[in-house]
Each structure stands twice: as structure tokens, then as C-alpha cells.
């Protein structure tokens, strides 16, 4: 039997439209470092940790020169969230045309779920997409943010996204054989 997926597509379109969630306390010992080196090692690493029991499957047969061409485009970056040394999760900035960032891909490793990390670290992965043209010369200034989630996704995820102020402005349900596959030029696997 199939089961319907369904995807949300979700925006900000000014960084006041932010809801930041709250940071957690210095002695959790959490931080969040932007991962400079393209590692396609450590970005499968990642990509497979966080989505194994989520579904995540499009990149799995992609081989490494594929990864790094991603990671080394212009505008792409990698932001990972560690709690006391150990990487808990991840949020890929994609940057698009005329000023749109993509939240390509975000989520936490199974066993840093539900312990404040994930709005933390989506709320820091946002601010960080609002200032991505900064760090990047010759990129517009972020005039929109989105993202997508589907019901594959942590029971928590779009709760998330709404909680820091991620409004829906498209809903698509299908019976898919395979996980969707994001639209051709939707972002980093376009």
C-alpha cells in the first residue's frame, strides 16, 4: 500500500517576520559553526544521519564529485550545530536568483531530537540566509527565504518552521513511488 505525501512549501519574505526560538543555555554547550571546507564526506555524513529515518533518499546514489559541486557553488553553505563536540544537525543555505534563499536541506540526528536544538538552530540558519549576500560578492541582498517539508519529515518539522514564522503558500499531495523529488531549478538538487 502507498501512502500520500504531502509537501509544504513554506516562505519568509523580511527577516521581522522571524519568531527566534530560544538559545539554549551556555552549559548545554551547544554551538553552530559554518563548515568552510567542502567535505562531501562529512555532508553525506550528515545527510544520511539526519534523514535516514526520514525518507531522504534523491542524493544517496549521487557520487562524490556530485557532492562537491554542490557544496562549491557560490552561495551554498553549510551550517552545523554541535553539542559538546558531537554534530547534532545541520542547515544547507542554497542561494538562488534575485535575492531567494533556499533552506535546502535542515533537520537534527535522531538522537538530538526534541532538546531545543532544532528551533535554535533553524532560527540561526534563517538569520544566516537573511545575511547570505554579504558573504558572497556579487549576490543580491536576501529579499525572500523558503523551504519545504513533507509528511516523510519529523513529526516536528512543520510545527517548527511555523513557530519561527514560516508562513505555507503551497500544498501538493500526491502518492509518489519514491520520496518527491524536488522540482527541476527548486534548489539544490535541481
Do not use: K
Not at 132 to 143: E, F, I, V
Amino acid at each position: 500500500m502507498t501512502t500520500a505525501v504531502t509537501t509544504w512549501s513554506l516562505e519568509l519574505n523580511a527577516p521581522g517576520e522571524l519568531q527566534p526560538a530560544a538559545v539554549p543555555a551556555a552549559g548545554a554547550g551547544v554551538r553552530i559553526v559554518r563548515a568552510e571546507v567542502p567535505s562531501p564526506d562529512f555532508q553525506r555524513f550528515l545527510y544520511t544521519a539526519v534523514g535516514g529515518d526520514c525518507s531522504w533518499t534523491d542524493r544517496l546514489p549521487w557520487p562524490p564529485a556530485r557532492w562537491r559541486e554542490v557544496l562549491e557553488r557560490p552561495g551554498t553553505e553549510l551550517w552545523v550545530a554541535y553539542e559538546h563536540g558531537t554534530p547534532a544537525g545541520y542547515v544547507e543555505l542554497v542561494g538562488q536568483d534575485e535575492g531567494v534563499v533556499e533552506i535546502g536541506y535542515f533537520g537534527l540526528l535522531p538522537d538530538f531530537r526534541g532538546r531545543g536544538i532544532g528551533g535554535h538552530l533553524l532560527t540561526y540558519g534563517t538569520e544566516r540566509a537573511w545575511d547570505l549576500g554579504g558573504r558572497w560578492q556579487g549576490r543580491a541582498a536576501t529579499r525572500r527565504v523558503w523551504v519545504h517539508t513533507c509528511s516523510l519529515d519529523g513529526p516536528y518539522a512543520l510545527d517548527n518552521y511555523r513557530r519561527r514564522g514560516f508562513r505555507v503558500f503551497d500544498t501538493v499531495t500526491a502518492v509518489p513511488n519514491v520520496r518527491p523529488r524536488r522540482p527541476l531549478g527548486a534548489g539544490s538538487d535541481a
